[in-house]
Every structure is written in C-alpha cells, then in structure tokens.
C-alpha cells in the first residue's frame, strides 16, 4: 500500500509482528556524565557529535565506527541542547541552555565564536546547505545568523510559543520549525515570509525533518505520534502510531525512504515512508518512566546504521536493514 503526496491517512492500530526488533547495538558510546540531547553524524559517516544535558554542558566527539572519544568540546555554561555538523563538516554548532549557541572547528575543536541570544534556552539549530547561514530556534521563534560575520541576518518570528527544533530543506529554499503550540511553520529562507502552518498534532512538537528531496517533513510530538507532511502544500499525507508515550525525536533516512522515531516509551522504531508501516525496532531497557526519554536520531549518510542517545547518557549505534 502506497498514499500519494496530498492524501491524508491515519494508520489504523498496527500489527507489529512483521517488524524486526532488537536490543542489542552494535556500539555503546560512554563518556558523558548525565543524559545525552542530541546526536549527529558528520557528512562523512566517520565521526559521530553528542550534546551533554545540564550536569556535563559537553560536545563529543566520537568514531563513529570504533567509538572512540576522539574530543570534548568546553565551552558552554549550562547543558548543550542540540548539535550540528556543517554540511562541509568544517564546522560543528552547538545550542545551549545557558542561552548562548557556538561554532567549533570540528577537526581542531577551537571555539570559533559564542553567540548570546534572547535570554531563553537555545533549543533548536541547523546550517544552511551553503554553510553559510545558521537557523536558531528558541522560546522567542527562529533567527537566522550568518555563519561568517556572527550577525544576524533574518528574525524569522517572533513570539510567546517556545520553537523546540529547527530545519533547513536540503534545497535551502525553506526553513521549517516545530512549535510548542502544536504547529509547524514554514519560512521562505531569504524573504522570511510564513509560505504554510501545519496543524494536526494536538501536542507540542519536538521534533522535525526534511526529508532528502525537500518535498516532504516527517514531525514526532508528545501526541505520541509521528506525522509526514507534504513539504510544499503543507497536507498531511500519513500518521505513524505506535509510540506509547510522548516522541521526542525524529530522522529521514539518505534515501528518504524510512523515518526513525524515539521518545518516552524507550523504543526506536523505523517506518517504512512507502508502505507506512514499522519495520524495525529497538529497545532500550527499561528505566523510570517520569524521567526516561531517547531524545535523539540520526542516520549514518550511507543509511546502514542509526544513533540514538537519550537519558542513559550513552549514544548507541544500531545496524539498520532495509
């Protein structure tokens, strides 16, 4: 079964059985001291950068094929939300809850520059894909900085709804931002004029990514669902269930034909966009339910293997199928 972009379709309860699950990694990466905010790979697949919770306030450095800690970046006051390779891979950005976000030389590890924002936690972060411009995204809405003069170029919105996470279309043609008031705004990137709102989620969204081509953005909310939109009329084209609790996290495989999602119920599950359904899955063990979260995902550029990280403060890497 296939849904042609445009065409709205909530899944109906799954049978899982045809999904592969598993729980045991192929790596385990320790190093950080409390949970793990996020995880990315670099361009190359080779290197893999963590962000330490409040309690470490780190940037990692890892091998992504051996896990080992290559280098700890120190900077930041309070803990790193989010962290991004830039699409070159020269440069690593990191977003902190200490109000501030700052670009790193990822191959030396110098901090190149910090940048103090509004005074609220910086959440949400993503280069442009000439390098050239960063998306910031924070309680006030989304900001555009130019990634060589440190100023900022583009105020894409400003208001009283925390924008949680922040991307840029592969196209560089758009900016799209989950909000805590359960939408999704899309940005013209130059002009910063509102081109869609997307409303469907009935949560805040946590989570948000273009898919390879630019055309659709997959979006987890603690509605426990996982949503894929069409990126240029902003429908609903499918609703992924199966999450039991709230979705933090959410990815868009190279090829752009599988979405990884993880949050609260410790389960990342990978959907296949074609046929809408799951088709892996992977445990973590089982931990409190109050404070237990993957917040999270990121594949390999070759689409083989999948990070995750969360509140036990390792990065796992999962081989993946297809």
């Known amino acids: 079964m296939s849904f042609a972009s445009g065409c709205r379709k909530r899944l109906p309860p799954q049978d899982f059985s045809g999904s592969i699950s598993t729980n045991q990694p192929l790596l385990v990466l320790k190093g950080h001291t409390r949970w793990v905010n996020h995880v990315v790979f670099d361009p190359d697949g080779i290197r893999l950068a963590s962000a330490g919770g409040d309690g470490d306030a ?70 442009s894909p ?12 989304v900001k555009v900085w130019n990634v060589t003069t ?9 208001n009283q709804f925390t924008t949680a ?17 359960s939408t999704v705004k899309v940005w013209e990137a130059t002009s910063g004029r509102v081109v869609l709102t997307f409303r469907g989620h009935n949560r805040e969204v946590w989570g948000l990514a273009f898919s390879p081509d630019s055309q659709r953005i997959a979006t987890a909310s603690y509605d426990h669902s996982v949503k894929l939109w069409d990126a240029m009329t902003g429908r609903e084209i499918v609703t992924f269930t199966g999450h039991l609790a709230n979705v933090s996290a959410v990815a868009f495989s190279p090829d752009g034909k599988q979405i990884a999602s993880a949050g609260s119920d410790l389960v990342v599950r990978v959907w296949d966009t074609t046929e809408a359904r799951e088709c892996f899955r992977f445990s973590y063990p089982p931990a409190d339910p109050r404070t237990a979260n993957i917040s999270g995902v990121a594949f390999s550029p070759d689409g083989k293997r999948l990070a995750s990280c969360g509140t036990d403060g390792t990065i796992k890497i999962w081989t993946v199928g297809h």
């Open 165 to 181: 996470c922040v991307a840029f279309s592969p196209d560089g043609k758009r900016i799209a931002a989950g909000r805590h008031d």
């Open 58 to 127: 780190t940037v990692k450095i890892w091998d992504s094929k051996t896990g080992k800690l290559l280098r700890t970046l120190v900077g930041h006051d309070n803990g790193v939300y989010n962290v991004a390779f830039s699409p070159n891979g020269k440069m690593i950005a990191s977003a902190g809850h200490d109000f501030t976000f700052t670009l790193w030389n990822a191959t030396t590890g110098e901090r190149i520059r910090t940048t103090k924002g509004a005074d609220i936690h910086v959440l949400g972060i993503a280069f």
């Open 150 to 158: 440190g100023r900022d170029a583009l105020t894409l919105e400003d």
């Open 130 to 141: 000439d390098n050239e411009r960063l998306a910031v995204s924070d309680g006030l809405g």
